[in-house]
Each structure stands twice: as structure tokens, then as C-alpha cells.
């Protein structure tokens, strides 16, 4: 193994490493323009490569509203209320939480379209399980479930009363079938929410990153896409 095992310093030019040595030797070069960044005795890595990421996920995640570790309806509410102000939502635009668990709540209970019925928009509020959960009633509408509208074979939909009107909450089927039909976010958002995920990576220390997709089709197959990021 070379030695040192160990730098002081380094030398960077125009995004290049060019000097690796002593303090002493690396600072005697440096001029009028010279930027110098004490680490405080921090130890500097290259950046990683990540050879198996999902940086897609991650990036569909930043437009979530998380709700894991919510105690009560009013925790969920407000962290819907500071997402909302956050970001701003269009008329029409689809806010989708995820992470509550009911046995976790003082209420004891599901939330019903009662909570989120303050939204004008539609929202969704999904089970920890993802196997159920509760929209408003903007998102009802938007969707077409009406006190007319049965239960789909192996899901349940909540009703006020033995069925009467929507309460919100959908359960398994009634719950996958109707949210696969709400409409993905727009390429500009989901853009934006890549360049979101880019940054995060560059934070954590992550330049390269690898993700493995898979294409279904009559012979499976498998497709590496490689990305820098800068």
C-alpha cells in the first residue's frame, strides 16, 4: 500500500485534484484567489458510487406528505396544513399522504372525510399497510364514489350509514383499485422532484449511482441505467 496513507492537503484546480501532500507544502502555492476550506480535522472522502439505487423512489417520496409517527387527527392535520403551504397545490392537484397507523392515534380509530374536508382539492391519506385509507370529498368526487357506487369484490367502502354516503375511508381492493386512477403528478413536478433527489444525494456524498430496472415482457430482462450526478 502507498505511503502516506494519509494527506493534509489538497489541491483543487477548476474541479480537478491536482496536489495531494503536507499542509505546508500544498498552502505555499496558493495565490490571491486561493479559496481555502479548513475541515477542522474532518476526514475528506471521494465521493461514492453507488452501484444499486432507486433514485426515482426517493424522488416520488419528496412529494408525499409523511405521517409516520402521528399520534392524533390534529397531528395529521398539521402536518397536511404545513405541506400545503409549502408547496402550494393547483385547483385539482392530488396531495397524497402517507403513514398513519390507527392503533398508533388517540382516536383509536380511522379518519374519515370529516378531517379533510377543510382541502378544496382532493387528498388521499394512506394506511402505513397501504392497504387502505381515507380521501375527502373532493377526492370522492373526482374519483365518481357515490352512495351509489358498490363495494368492489374483496374491498370495503365506508359509509355513514348501511349504504348510505361515503364516509372516506376505503379498505384493500376499494382502496388499490380507486387510487390507481388518480393522476400522476405532472413531468415538471416530477422533474422537480428528481432535481430534489439530486440533491440530496450530492448531501450524503453520492456522484454516480446505478439503478437496476425491470422490463416486463416475454423473456425477462433487465435494464441498468447509470447516472452522474452534477
Known amino acids: ?28 502555492g496558493k495565490g490571491a484567489n486561493t479559496e481555502l476550506v479548513d475541515l477542522h480535522g474532518a476526514v475528506l472522502l471521494p ?21 409516520n409517527g402521528c399520534k392524533s387527527f390534529q397531528e395529521i392535520v398539521q402536518r397536511l396544513d404545513a405541506f400545503v403551504e409549502r408547496t402550494k397545490p393547483a385547483p385539482g392537484q392530488w396531495v397524497t399522504a402517507f403513514g398513519y397507523d390507527h ?59 348501511d349504504y348510505g354516503e361515503p364516509n372516506g375511508y376505503l379498505e384493500e381492493t376499494a382502496f388499490t383499485g380507486y387510487t390507481a386512477k388518480i393522476p400522476q403528478p405532472s413531468l415538471e413536478i416530477r422533474m422537480h422532484q428528481m432535481e430534489q433527489a439530486q440533491d440530496i444525494y450530492l448531501k450524503m456524498g453520492l456522484r454516480r449511482h446505478r439503478m437496476a430496472l425491470r ?12 447516472s452522474k450526478i452534477v
Open 47 to 67: 465521493a461514492f458510487l453507488d452501484p444499486h439505487s432507486h433514485i426515482t423512489a426517493l424522488a416520488q417520496t419528496l412529494g408525499l406528505v409523511h405521517l
Open 1 to 28: 500500500m502507498e505511503e502516506p496513507l494519509y494527506a493534509e492537503a489538497v489541491l483543487v484546480e477548476d474541479g480537478v485534484i491536482r496536489k495531494v501532500g503536507g499542509r505546508e507544502e500544498i498552502l505555499s
Open 103 to 161: 392503533n398508533d392515534l388517540k382516536e383509536n380509530r380511522h379518519p374519515d372525510k370529516s378531517l379533510l374536508d377543510k382541502y378544496p382539492f382532493p387528498v388521499v391519506v394512506t394506511h402505513a399497510s397501504g392497504h387502505m385509507g381515507v380521501m375527502n370529498r373532493a377526492g370522492l368526487q373526482a374519483l365518481g364514489i357515490t352512495s351509489e357506487t358498490p363495494d368492489p369484490e374483496g374491498g370495503v367502502i365506508g359509509r355513514e350509514s
Open 215 to 226: 422490463k416486463k415482457q416475454s423473456g425477462s430482462s433487465c435494464i441498468a441505467w447509470q
